[in-house]
């Protein structure tokens, strides 16, 4: 049976991830955006945290405290605050995660102390491919057996890219079906491109070229099979559902307290008809959509394949995120469209939802 009330250390975990949220992050949001950048101090101060620190492993200096839902609670409140700094945050996950899920005891003992130590160390996750057939197990991004290892050819986008970051998983194609590959950022024959995005300015995401990026044997995460590939995108869509459902929340807390302060014809915006239902809609599928998740991570949690229901929160909580931040430039009418006011910048941001893959984990 599933409980809907957190315990007591999640409910703590929320309170403490809100208030850091909501003192540090979200006053930042907006210059952020704007000057294309997340300040050094702030990803430090969120490191101390340890609220990726804490899912890791003891036996490799985590706090083997590993919880689908807690990763959900946390991504919701940091993307409450804003999503490019939520997934910034949440980044180290993208390698840590997959490691601890799919490596060996050598490649745990490797790669996993960097990301218990006292400095923030990014992590990025390479699956998107700028084709319109991608197809997350079918990349077009190929891995031929050579020499003891393999060679990797193809083309990734919307890869998360921050500073301090020294490896990459790449999901390739390879005989046996798609596979995920740990390769250092500084090998022969990788090259980057900035991206320019819609949304997420923030966050810096580069399109990723392989050509001939020779990749050891040992590089090979995970069963010799596709099944460790449909285990990171599970867990990468219900992360991105839970990120979404943050979205979605705070398009519709501004929009909330704008209808309420904003009058015409004498009385506040929300007291109208036309306004109170669309407000009311907002409320239901924000609940309704959070449900799908909280479902999905409980199921992960109890060690179920859970493709059907990670899929489904997903759909859902982009769809809801959309209309949501659409209903809030809305509900705002012109201000909706300045730039002084959070909802445009939550509408670009949830746009996005439709294209990402994997760009967090739980």
């Known amino acids: 049976m599933i409980d809907f009330q957190p315990t007591e250390e999640q409910q703590l975990i929320i309170e403490v991830v809100r208030q850091f949220a909501g003192n540090e992050l979200r006053p930042i949001a907006r210059d952020c955006s704007e000057l294309r950048e997340i300040p050094a101090k702030v990803l430090a101060q969120a490191h101390e945290l340890g609220l990726v620190a804490t899912s890791i492993e003891e036996s490799h200096g985590g706090g083997g405290e590993r919880c689908a839902v807690t990763g959900c609670l946390i991504a919701e409140e940091l993307a409450h605050a804003d999503l490019a700094l939520a997934l910034a945050i949440l980044s180290p996950a993208l390698i840590a995660l997959p490691v601890c899920d ?30 319109i057939r ?47 590959f740990l390769i250092s950022r500084d090998c022969p024959g990788l090259s980057v491109v900035p991206e320019r995005n819609m ?93 799908l998740v909280w479902e999905a991570a409980w199921k992960l949690d109890q060690g179920d394949t859970v493709t059907r229901e990670a899929t489904l929160a997903h759909c859902q909580a982009r769809r809801v995120a959309l209309e949501v931040a659409d209903g809030a430039v809305q509900v705002l009418g012109g201000h909706g469209y300045i730039r002084e006011y959070l909802p445009e910048l939550h509408l670009r941001n949830a746009r996005g939802f439709a294209a990402f893959e994997a760009l967090a984990l739980v």
């Open 134 to 180: 991608f197809d997350p197990l079918a990349p077009r991004t190929r891995a031929r057996a050579q020499d003891g290892g393999f060679v990797l050819d193809g083309t990734k986008c919307f890869v998360p890219w921050l500073e301090g970051g020294t490896q990459v998983i790449v999901i390739a194609a390879t005989e046996r079906g798609p596979r995920p």
């Open 199 to 291: 949304g997420i300015d923030a966050l810096p995401t580069v399109e990723l070229t392989l050509e001939g990026v020779f990749a050891p044997a040992d590089a090979l995460l995970g069963p010799d099979d596709d099944r460790a590939v449909r285990s990171l995108i599970d867990r990468g869509r219900v992360g991105l559902a839970a990120t979404a459902i943050g979205v979605a929340r705070a398009a519709y807390e501004v929009a909330l307290e704008y209808a309420k302060e904003r009058e015409a014809f004498g009385a506040p915006i929300a007291t109208k008809q036309a306004i109170a239902f669309k407000l009311a809609d907002m409320a239901i599928e924000i609940d309704g959509a959070r449900l």
């Open 102 to 131: 799919l490596g060996s005891e050598e490649q745990k003992s490797a790669h996993l102390p960097a990301f218990t130590r006292s400095q923030f160390v990014p992590g990025s996750l390479a699956v998107v491919e700028p084709d």
